[in-house]
Every structure is written in C-alpha cells, then in structure tokens.
C-alpha cells in the first residue's frame, strides 16, 4: 500500500460525459501527479500540481482539467469523453515537487467510456 | 527532450536464471532514472533509482541496476528470476540534480514472464 489513495476504482460511462477522479495524496506528501496509462500511449504524464499550484504540465487534454485543493487532494475531471479516453487513470505523490523525490503511485481508477 | 528506450517489450527466464531487463535513455541534461514494477492490477511500485549518488543501484526484491553514461544506459538485473518477479517493468526519466519538476518520463514497458 503506497498510501496514496483513488476513487473510484473502477468508473464505466457513456461518450460525451463527465467524470471526476480523486486522489488523496500520502500524508505529508505536498506534490500531486496524473498519469494515463493506455495500451496505445503507454504511460502519459498529464500534469503535477505542488501546495495547490500548477508545477508542470504534458499531454493533457482540453477536456481534461485537474485541481489540487487546500487539503491536498486532488481532482481530475474529464470531460466531452471518447472512447479513446478509456484507460487506466493514476494519481501519485511526492513529499516535494523537485526532481529525485520519489513518487508514489496509487492502484489507479479505470475508466471506460463505452 | 528527455526519453527512454525498452528493449523487449516480452521477456521470458526461467526460475533461477539472470534476469536482465534492458533500458536507453536520452537526455539533454544529466538525468535521474528509476525502475518501477507494474503486478497485475495494482499501481506502480519503485525498485530503485539513480540520482547520481552512485552508478550501481540496489533495489527491492534483490534487483539492481547500473548507470552506464557511455552507453546512455540503465539496465535491471537479477542474479535468480523467482516466480513473484512476473510482472511489467517501466524504466523512467527525468531531469537530473536542480530540475524544477518531477515528471517522469516512462518506457513503453517490458513484460516478465518467469517459467518454472
């Protein structure tokens, strides 16, 4: 257990919609991270957000847009979805932003837009 | 732009034999490397890093690996595959000592298969 913490596990929707995923970074953990995981693009680095602010940003989407709030946690919602956006959706954390800091991964939330 | 390269995306070994798990890297900068563990269903768990300490890095469940700066290389060994080691394996990068971020970039993956 990496103490980094998603929900929903597992998230089945319909083409159009919207979703929001959570995570709850490890306590103490300042950095929060979301990858997308697919068997098309591998492991995608989306975006990393350090004490509520935006750190570092890669291939997300303009539909997809994400927030870390005051208590840490951290949301991503995906939005106007296609079924290419079906994947495995993984949050992480690290105790600061800089590089080195290991990250710790949650077990994800798969997402699948049908 | 920084990448990485996984040789083998399927790699097979028998139980008791070397487990040698191939990874490149490309970097305009001195970079870090990790290797992460992917167990069916679950997340993503570090075996080891290089943050420049040292070029030969010892991990978890006796894995490790060596920074070759010649060979822009960071390949996982294992001197005896067990049959917990099937997993997927994903060798990672990103910018070295002073990076502001902590992004990482993966490999594409290799998966261990460990016969008896």
């Known amino acids: 257990d990496s103490g980094v913490t998603q929900t929903p596990k597992h998230l089945i929707t319909a083409t159009g919609q919207r979703v929001t995923l959570r995570c709850s970074p490890r306590?103490?953990?300042?950095?929060v991270y979301w990858y997308q995981q697919s068997l098309d693009q591998g492991l995608q680095f989306l975006i990393q957000?350090?004490?509520?602010?935006?750190?570092a940003k890669g291939n997300i989407l303009e539909r997809f847009s994400a927030q870390q709030f005051p208590d840490l946690h951290s949301e991503l919602n995906l939005s106007s979805l296609e079924l290419g956006d079906s994947a495995l959706y993984f949050c992480?954390?690290?105790?600061?932003?800089?590089?080195?800091?290991?990250?710790?991964f949650g077990e994800g939330s798969w997402l699948t837009v049908v | 732009a920084q990448s990485v390269t996984q040789l083998g995306s399927h790699v097979s070994v028998s139980e008791g034999a070397l487990v040698l798990l191939r990874c490149n890297y490309s970097s305009s900068v001195p970079p870090y490397l990790f290797w992460y563990v992917q167990y069916p269903n679950q997340g993503l768990q570090l075996l080891l890093k290089?943050?420049?300490?040292?070029?030969l890095v010892k991990g978890i469940n006796g894995f490790e690996a060596e920074f070759k700066k010649s060979e822009t290389s960071f390949h996982l060994t294992k001197p005896s595959a067990h049959m917990s080691d099937a997993a997927e394996y994903f060798c990672?990068?990103?910018?070295?000592?002073?990076?502001?971020?902590?992004?990482?970039?993966f490999g594409t993956g290799t998966l261990l298969a460990v016969q008896p």
């Open positions: 306590s103490g953990d300042l950095s």
């Open positions: 990672a990068v990103s910018e070295g000592y002073g990076g502001a971020t902590n992004k990482l970039i």
């Open positions: 992480a954390s690290s105790p600061q932003p800089s590089s080195g800091n290991t990250i710790y």
């Open positions: 290089y943050t420049s300490a040292a070029t």
């Open positions: 957000y350090y004490n509520g602010e935006e750190r």
